[in-house]
């Protein structure tokens, strides 16, 4: 009984981290991937520990299943974190990274701010924090 139940965990857990959508930190990664499949690129900058409508963000629209379901066949995610609390810092190198990142696309440091790119990395459009639903932030997404 015991194995049973943990061998349907872990078919449990491996099918759940097959459907989710997984957010790139390297943005030559998420270029190939983009271009590989055809898709644009979601670019977030978020202040992970400090930021509040970040973490609204994460949990009312990111964390849907909504999003999460149209995310998975037309987007490539990338996040740029910049976090405050020591207990989160980035390595050295993902700092450098998110902040090039910064410099081309997020010159204001508007946190959140969600950049839609093309697969080639031209910028389409930005939006920030909406109190909406995922159906209606997807509708924002898409209209860049």
């Known amino acids: 009984m015991k ?6 965990s872990l078919i449990l857990f491996a099918f759940i981290n097959l459907n989710a959508q997984e957010w790139h930190t390297d943005f030559s ?3 190939k991937q983009a ?3 055809n898709q644009k690129i979601i670019l977030v900058f978020q202040g992970s520990d400090w930021c509040a409508p970040c973490m609204k963000l994460e949990n ?3 964390s849907s299943k ?3 379901t149209y995310a998975k066949d037309n987007f490539v995610l990338l996040k740029a974190d910049f976090p405050r609390r020591r207990k989160n810092k980035l390595s050295k190198e993902q700092q450098k990274k998110n902040g090039a990142l910064a410099e081309k696309y997020n010159e204001k440091g508007i946190f959140p701010l969600v950049v839609v790119l093309d697969k080639n990395g031209k910028s389409l459009g930005a ?3 909406k109190k909406t639903t995922p159906e209606a932030y ?3 997404l898409n209209s860049f």
């Open 127 to 129: 939006t920030s924090y």
């Open 138 to 140: 997807l509708k924002i």
């Open 29 to 31: 990664e998420a270029k």
């Open 66 to 68: 909504v999003f999460k």
């Open 3 to 8: 194995k049973l139940i943990i061998t349907s």
């Open 35 to 37: 271009t590989k499949n």
């Open 60 to 62: 009312e629209i990111w």
